[in-house]
């Protein structure tokens, strides 16, 4: 695991604390440090031009789509 400090705004922190990822980690619950991950992995890739975000957008729609033509119970988190 990184151990990159980053400077963060929360509110049992100051402006000017630094927050570890082993601080952060502890911070989230584990659907959030999921959320954290997903979100990170998502824009670094626009950012470093993998694909843009109308692709991530058109993607997203598409899994969308076929995940309500299959029945509620069968669907992750359902």
Do not use: C
């Not at 100051?14 to 440090?33: H, T, W």
């Amino acid at each position: 695991m990184a151990t990159h400090s980053v400077p963060v705004s929360h509110r049992d922190h100051s402006q000017n604390d630094e927050l570890s990822i082993q601080d952060a980690v502890m911070l989230l619950s584990r659907e959030e440090r999921f959320m954290a991950t997903v979100q990170a992995m998502n824009t670094l890739l626009v950012e470093k031009g993998i694909y843009t975000t109308e692709e991530f957008d058109a993607l997203f729609i598409s899994w969308a789509r076929a995940q309500q033509k299959r029945p509620k119970k069968e669907r992750p988190g359902h």
